[in-house]
C-alpha cells in the first residue's frame, strides 16, 4: 500500500516546500525507501512553457518532454531520479482534461462541477505513481487561502477521508517573521496559515517552520498548542549555506522517525549517515573559479537554475567553488566586464533580444581562448558567430531573428513551419545523439551514444555543416545523423555548444561530464 506525504505552505509563497519536500525524501531514501514527488501548480497555464522566466523561473523538461516547474529539477538532483508527465500537473492542464472528456461525453450528460469532476481528476493525479514507489509526496503549489488553489486543498480533504489515517501525512511550511524593531520572533502568521488551513479541513501532522532565528521552546510549544500539533512535530528550517544540507537538518530533530512512526512504517535498510557526510567534503574548497553566464534574464537567478546548480556541483567534485556572475547580454559594456573570467557560458532563451551582445561575448571568449560553453541558443549563437567570423557570411543569422537571411545558419525544421500554438510543440524530452570519435564532445562522454533532454525549436542548418567544418567548427555529434547536435571549435582549449540541455542531468556528486570539463578547462585558465 502506498503512503501520501501532502506539502502545503502558508503566509507567503517561496518558502522552500519543494526543497523540504525533496529533504523529506532524502531521508526517507536514505532508510531504504523507493520516494517520488509530484507537484500540482493551480495556475491555469497548461504548463510553464511559454511563461515569463521572471515571472516563474527557469523551465524544467522531464524526460518524456513535459515542460515543468523548477521543483522538478530540484526533485531530481535530491533524489536521483528522473521525472515524468506524471509528476507535474497544473489546474489548466486538469481543467483541459475535464472539459475534453466532457466534449467527448464521458460523463454521460452530468453537470461538470469542481466537485466532484476536477477534484476526482486531481485525486487520480495523487495516485499516478502509487505502483511505482513506496511513499509519494505531494507538493501543492501556492499558499493556503489562495483562490485557485481552493480545488487543490479540497481535493487533499477528500484524498485523507477516503485513504487510512497511516497512509497520509500532512506537513504545512510556512513562515515564522523576525521582527527587528521588537527583538522578536511572531507566530501569528503561522497561527493564521493553520487556521486556514484547518477551516478547509486539513489538520497538519507537522508544521516546519522558515526563521532566521532558532526557535525556543517555548516558541515551539506556542505553535503547537494553537495549531493542534505535538510540539516535538513543530520543525525549525534556518537558512543553511547549501540546501543538501536540510535533510541533515532535518534528521537531527528526528523528522525521519516522526514521520515512519505516523505512516507506521519501518526502515527499509540501514540509514545512510554517509550520504552527509559526502555532500559536505563537496564545500568550503578555497579554489575559486570564476564563471560568466551571458544572458537575457541575468536579474533572475532562478532563471537559469540548473545551470547554476550543475557549475556549483561540478565545481564542487573539482574541490573548487563557483563563483557565477550573470551579465546582461544586452549591457553595452559586457565586453569590458568579460574580463578577468576564467570561463564564459552562453545559456538557453528565446526571442532576439540579446542575441548579438551573446556574439560578441562568444567572438571574445574564441579570440581569447577563453573556455567556452553554449547550450541552445547559446550553441546557435556560436554557430552564427563562427559563420560570420571565420566563414565570412557577413549576414549569416537564425531565421528565427532574420526571415531574410541569405545564411540561414540556424532554421526552423520544416515540420514547425505550420505549428500554430506555442506550448508544448517544441522538439522536448530525451533525443539519442552518435558522437564522433577524436572530438572533445567524446573525450567527455568517453561514449559513441548518448540521450540528453531537449527544448528548441530551430536547428542549426545541415547545409552549413561542409562550409563552417572548413572554417574551424567541428560537428561532433548528430541527431539521426542528420541534425546538429554538438560543435566544437578546433585549436581551443575548450569551446563546446550543445542543442540540448545537460544542465538537467546534473547530480550532486554526479557532475554532468560536460559541466565537469568545462570547470576543469576554467580551472586551468586561472
Known amino acids: 500500500m502506498a503512503k501520501y506525504i501532502f506539502i502545503t505552505g502558508g503566509v507567503v509563497s517561496s518558502l522552500g516546500k519543494g526543497i523540504s519536500g525533496a529533504s523529506i525524501g532524502k531521508l526517507l531514501q536514505l532508510h531504504g525507501f523507493k520516494v517520488n514527488m509530484i507537484k500540482f501548480d493551480p495556475y491555469i497555464n497548461v ?84 505502483d511505482e514507489c513506496d511513499i509519494s509526496i505531494i507538493e501543492i503549489g501556492g499558499t493556503v487561502g489562495d483562490i485557485e488553489g481552493l480545488p487543490f486543498m479540497e481535493a487533499a480533504r477528500q484524498f485523507q477521508l477516503e485513504n487510512k489515517a497511516e497512509d497520509i501525512l500532512s506537513v504545512h511550511v510556512t513562515l515564522v517573521p523576525y521582527i527587528a524593531g521588537a527583538h522578536e520572533l511572531k507566530t501569528k502568521p503561522t497561527q493564521h496559515s493553520v487556521n486556514k488551513l484547518r477551516e478547509i479541513g486539513i489538520s497538519p501532522d507537522m508544521i516546519i517552520c522558515r526563521t532566521e532565528h532558532p ?27 547549501s540546501i543538501y544540507y536540510i535533510p541533515e537538518t532535518l534528521y537531527n530533530q528526528k523528522v525521519d522517525t ?16 554517509a550520504w552527509f557526510t559526502k555532500i559536505k567534503s563537496l564545500s568550503d574548497h578555497n579554489k575559486i573559479v570564476k564563471i560568466a553566464v551571458v544572458g537575457k534574464y541575468a536579474d533572475l537567478k532562478d532563471a537559469y537554475k540548473s ?39 552562453v545559456p538557453g532563451g528565446f526571442g532576439n533580444r540579446g542575441i548579438e551582445g551573446k556574439i560578441k561575448a562568444i567572438t571574445y571568449a574564441r579570440e581569447n581562448k577563453i573556455p567556452f560553453f553554449g547550450i541552445c541558443l547559446g550553441m546557435q549563437c556560436s554557430v552564427i558567430e563562427v559563420a560570420r567570423n571565420l566563414a565570412k557570411l557577413d549576414d549569416a543569422n537564425s531565421t528565427e531573428f532574420d526571415e531574410t537571411t541569405k545564411h540561414p545558419v540556424i532554421k526552423i525544421l520544416d515540420e514547425q513551419k505550420d505549428v500554430k500554438y506555442r506550448g508544448g ?11 564522433k570519435k577524436n572530438t572533445l564532445a567524446h573525450d567527455l562522454y568517453k561514449s559513441n551514444e548518448i ?22 567548427m567541428t560537428v561532433s555529434a548528430y541527431h539521426k545523423k542528420v541534425l546538429p547536435e554538438i560543435v566544437e571549435i578546433r585549436n581551443h582549449p575548450f569551446f563546446i555548444g550543445v542543442q540540448f540541455h545537460p544542465e538537467f542531468g546534473s547530480r550532486p556528486m554526479k557532475a554532468h561530464p560536460i559541466f565537469k570539463g568545462f570547470i576543469t578547462a576554467a580551472l586551468k585558465n586561472k
Do not use: W
Request: charged share 30%; aromatic share 8%; glycine share 6%.
Open 451 to 472: 540521450q540528453e533532454r531537449h527544448r528548441h525549436r530551430y536547428e542549426m542548418n545541415p547545409d552549413f555543416v561542409e562550409t563552417l567544418e572548413k572554417s574551424g
Open 258 to 273: 516522526l514521520i515512519m512512526e505516523k505512516l507506521n512504517i519501518k526502515p527499509k535498510s540501514k540509514f545512510d549517515k
Open 307 to 345: 545551470v547554476d546548480e550543475s557549475l556549483n556541483i561540478a565545481a564542487a567534485e573539482l574541490k573548487a567553488k563557483a563563483e557565477i556572475h550573470y551579465l546582461g547580454a544586452e549591457d553595452k559594456s559586457l565586453l569590458s566586464k568579460l574580463k578577468g573570467y576564467d570561463a564564459i557560458l
Open 47 to 130: 504548463d510553464p512553457g511559454t511563461m515569463n522566466p521572471y515571472q516563474h523561473g527557469e523551465v524544467f523538461v522531464t524526460t518524456d518532454g513535459a515542460e515543468s516547474d523548477l521543483d522538478l529539477g530540484t526533485y531530481e538532483r535530491f533524489l536521483d531520479v528522473y521525472t515524468s508527465k506524471a509528476n507535474t500537473n497544473t489546474a489548466g492542464d486538469i481543467y483541459k482534461t475535464v472539459i475534453t472528456k466532457e466534449r467527448r461525453g464521458d460523463y454521460d450528460g452530468d453537470t461538470v462541477q469542481v466537485i466532484p469532476h476536477i477534484t476526482d481528476e486531481i485525486k487520480k493525479r495523487f495516485a499516478a505513481l502509487k
Open 215 to 241: 526557535l525556543e521552546e517555548s516558541l515551539k510549544k506556542k505553535i503547537s498548542l494553537f495549531c493542534n500539533v505535538k510540539q516535538n512535530c513543530v520543525v525549525e528550517a534556518m537558512d543553511v549555506s
Open 425 to 435: 510543440t517544441m522538439r522536448l524530452g530525451n533525443y539519442k545523439s552518435e558522437i
